[in-house]
C-alpha cells in the first residue's frame, strides 16, 4: 500500500554503500522506519532531505508485516539551519526527537504529537535563546498529551493547595511538604509558579516566562524524573546526559 503524509525525521544512519535507513514521526501514522535506496550516491538530495530535525513529505510503501518500510519519494518541507549552527540548540533539538523516539512506537499515530515536535523545532529554530524553555515545554506537554497531567495545585496526599511541592517516585503524584518533608525532586514556590505559567503558556509566549538560572536546574531534574517515573523507555534517551551538562 502507497502511503503519503507528512513527517518529522528523528534519525537517519547508512545502510550499505548507498542506502540510508531513516526513523520519521508522520503526522499520519506516528513512527516509522524507511529505507531510502541510494540515497548516498553522490549528488542524490536525498541525504540531507533525510537530516534529522527536517520536516519532509514522505510517500512509501507500506506492509504491516514489515518492520522496515521502503520510502519512494521524499520531498523536503523545511530544512533547519539555525539550529545547526548553535550546540545549545541542536542539543535541544535533538534530545526532544530522542525523547520522542524511545517513547513512542512503530504506526501508533498520534497527529498532536507530531504537531507537538515539529512546533518545538519550528520555534526553536527561530528563537535560539529559548532553548531552555522549549525543552521545558516539550516535557511538559509530552506528559500531558501522553496522559499524564500533573496535579500542580493540590497534594497528592492530604488535597491541600500547595505553595512548593515535591514528587513522590513512588506514586508519580505532587504532594505537599507536610506529606513528604524530604525529596530531591522538589520545587520550590518560585519554581513550581514557573511551572505553572509553563503550563498555560502559548509556545509562542515563552520569552515571557522570566528565571534564574539558580531556579532552573531544578525545574529540567523536576520534569525529567516527572517523565521517567511515568512513560516507559526515557531511561534508554542517551543524550540527557548532555543535555544535563547544558542546563
Known amino acids: 500500500m502507497l502511503l503519503s503524509t507528512k513527517a518529522i525525521v528523528l534519525k537517519s544512519f547508512p545502510y550499505s554503500n548507498t542506502s540510508l535507513i531513516s526513523r520519521i514521526y508522520t503526522e499520519d501514522y506516528g513512527k516509522v522506519s524507511i529505507m531510502a535506496k541510494g540515497a548516498r550516491r553522490p549528488k542524490n538530495p536525498l541525504a540531507s532531505t533525510l537530516e534529522p530535525l527536517n520536516g519532509v513529505h514522505v510517500n512509501y510503501f507500506s506492509k504491516e508485516s514489515r518492520g522496515l518500510q521502503n520510502l519512494k519519494e521524499a520531498n523536503s518541507l523545511y530544512i533547519v539551519k539555525n539550529i545547526r549552527e548553535d550546540m545549545h540548540c541542536l542539543t535541544t533539538g535533538l534530545t526532544i526527537l530522542d525523547i520522542l523516539d524511545h517513547t513512542s512506537i512503530e504506526q501508533d499515530p498520534s497527529p498532536i504529537l507530531y504537531r507537538l515536535v515539529t512546533k518545538c523545532v519550528n520555534v526553536l529554530e527561530e528563537n535560539s535563546g529559548l532553548y531552555r524553555e522549549i525543552f521545558w515545554f516539550f516535557m511538559l506537554q509530552l506528559a500531558i498529551r501522553s496522559g499524564f497531567k500533573p496535579n500542580l495545585e493540590r497534594c497528592g496526599g492530604c488535597s491541600c493547595i500547595m505553595s512548593e511541592c515535591v514528587l513522590d517516585i513512588h506514586t508519580g503524584m505532587l504532594s505537599c511538604r507536610n ?69
Open 179 to 247: 506529606c513528604i518533608s524530604v525529596g530531591d525532586n522538589g520545587l520550590n514556590v518560585q519554581q513550581l509558579q514557573v511551572i505553572k505559567k509553563l503550563n498555560v503558556t502559548h509556545i509562542n509566549n515563552l520569552s515571557d516566562i522570566e528565571l534564574s538560572d539558580k531556579l532552573s536546574n531544578g525545574i529540567t531534574q523536576f520534569l525529567l524524573s516527572f517523565l521517567k517515573i511515568h512513560m516507559l523507555g526515557m531511561e534508554k534517551v542517551k543524550s540527557l546526559k548532555i543535555m544535563d551538562q547544558l542546563l
